[in-house]
């Protein structure tokens, strides 16, 4: 079981035939997706190593019944390429291309809730892995195994080292949901498909200063979620007013802190590490309790 993604995904890839969509494009089918079609526009007919190119999402599900797009289109053909997906009304699309302009992610995001059809995980961000089912993004594959933990981060990087340092436990899926101020899926959009999910135990949510989603998440852990949830927030040393790192991780007063977001995971129940390696150690001690 994941969140979804599985072994029965079908993918396609929007913007294959360029540089980062056909090197990512390899690393997934090496890492056992179903890589079914790529997309870009007036290539149709051709292929990437054997992959049939079609000129529109749309002709690609239509002949391969696929049911996920990985996005790596340029960031300002970003949106007409979203919406696209959209109007074919497949199930997820996954944004991976950063420097989107916030207005372009806020229509594309809203033309998506009104299809009520696709989920957006991004944009920004590395994708959805299910270690041994399915990887669609540029996750590493080889650095954990199949398990019993749901990760959802706002980082990429700190993404790969959670999957790396609880490898010895696995992960049922993990999806990097992106940094920048307006994104598709959130924390608690993971949250509760993980919550559902019988075969995830334990829940890792990494999250970084700056806006309030993770004292929403907070509020809704509250409410909403049973099973332990371990926390990380990056930051805890950034300067107030900078800009740092993703474009949504900036502070302003005691809005966004760090600090803050750990007051009020830790108020609902949430185990919160400074580090990431002290979350990872956290999880570990829930995990060996079980």
């Given at each position: 079981m994941a969140i979804w993604l599985d072994g029965n995904s079908k993918i396609l890839v929007q913007g294959m035939t360029g540089s980062e969509g056909t090197k990512h494009t390899r690393r997934m089918i090496a890492s056992g997706a179903q890589v079914v079609a790529g997309v870009t526009p007036g290539k149709a007919g051709q292929d990437v190593d054997g992959i049939p190119i079609f000129n529109s999402v749309q002709d690609a599900m239509a002949a391969t019944g696929a049911?996920?797009?990985?996005?790596?289109?340029?960031?300002?053909?970003?949106?007409?390429?979203?919406?696209e997906a959209i109007?074919?009304?497949i199930p997820l699309a996954v944004v991976i291309t950063e420097g989107i302009p916030v207005h372009d992610t806020a229509?594309?995001?809203?033309?998506a809730q009104n299809s009520g059809a696709t989920r957006i995980i991004g944009p920004n961000c590395p994708g959805i892995i299910s270690p041994g089912l399915s990887n669609a993004g540029i996750i590493p594959a080889d650095i954990t195994k199949p398990g019993r933990i749901g990760l959802v981060s706002k980082s990429g990087t700190l993404t790969y080292q959670m999957m790396y340092e609880l490898r010895d436990f696995g992960f049922s899926t993990c999806?990097?949901?992106g940094g920048d101020p307006i994104i598709g899926t959130t924390h608690i959009d993971c949250l509760a498909a993980f919550e559902a999910d019988p075969d995830t135990d334990a829940i890792v949510m990494i999250g970084e200063i700056g806006g309030?989603?993770?004292?929403?998440?907070?509020?809704?852990?509250?409410?909403n979620v049973t099973k332990p949830v371990v926390g990380y927030v990056a930051g805890f040393t950034a300067p107030e007013g900078k800009t740092m790192g993703h474009a949504g991780?900036?502070?302003?007063?005691?809005?966004g802190t760090a600090a803050a977001k750990q007051e009020a995971l830790e108020a609902v129940g949430v185990k919160v590490g400074k580090t990431p390696?002290?979350?990872a150690?956290?999880?570990?001690?829930?995990?060996q309790s079980r």
């Open positions: 049911n996920v797009s990985v996005v790596f289109v340029p960031p300002k053909f970003a949106k007409a390429a979203v919406i109007d074919a009304r229509e594309f995001f809203q033309y999806v990097g949901i309030d989603a993770e004292e929403r998440a907070a509020a809704f852990i509250k409410d991780a900036i502070v302003s007063g005691s809005a390696s002290e979350a150690r956290l999880m570990r001690e829930i995990m």
